[in-house]
């Protein structure tokens, strides 16, 4: 897969397959900048330390039996599986899954403007590793 519109990315939260609900999806992994310059140096040099990720979820608000309000809201304070492909094919080198644990710390249950569309995002910080897997 090359170049691509994001039309047919596929998110699911603890197994369930949440992408219709979805209208953004950003996962952030990110690594410490540790600085190790010496002395006699005139630049300074660094190393990757410990990483970190966190994933922002825009969601169409949803309140109906079964809906996103009824997932989210009794995951507060729990941990959840998160899985992020880039289309809905066939997992591969071209179209890797992205999993994680990330914490369920923050919910708006209510985002609206009058006359717009009832959205809201979350951000949740990763919970240990994040993986890659194209098969």
Known sequence: MAKFVATTVTTTINGVDYSSSLAQVELSIESDDVETTAFGSDWRTRIGGLKQ????????????????????????????????????????????????????????????????????????????????ATA
């Open 53 to 132: 990720a966190s994933i922002t979820l825009s969601f169409h608000s949803d309140f109906g039996a079964g809906a996103i309000d009824s997932v989210l809201y009794p995951l507060m304070s729990s941990l959840a599986t998160v899985v992020i492909k880039p289309t809905s094919g066939t997992v591969s080198a071209t179209n890797p899954t992205y999993t994680g644990t990330f914490l369920v710390n923050s919910y708006s249950p209510i985002a609206a403007s009058v006359g717009d569309l009832a959205t809201f995002d979350v951000t949740w910080p990763a919970s240990g590793t994040v993986t890659r």
